[in-house]
């Protein structure tokens, strides 16, 4: 029982870590993204269309869906 109680601890701090490592990499992508925003743009480009040759689908280049006939009127 103490074994698998120390597992869970570790697997929660190791979450912990993962989460904070995300949101640390996430805050630094903005930055660049705004510092170098030309730069950002292009690549993103380039990763949509390279995405795209692999029949990988994307969400439109600025997070939305374009998400068709769901609207009532």
Known sequence: M???????????????R????????????VKLANLYREEYWDLLEEEKRADEEGNKKWLDISGRTRATGSRRK
Do not use: F
């Not at 103490?2 to 912990?16: F, G, Y």
């Not at 993962?18 to 992508?29: P, S």
């Open 2 to 16: 103490r074994e698998a109680r120390q597992r869970v601890k570790t697997a929660k701090a190791q979450a912990v």
């Open 18 to 29: 993962q989460r904070n490592y995300r949101r640390a990499r996430d805050r630094a992508l």
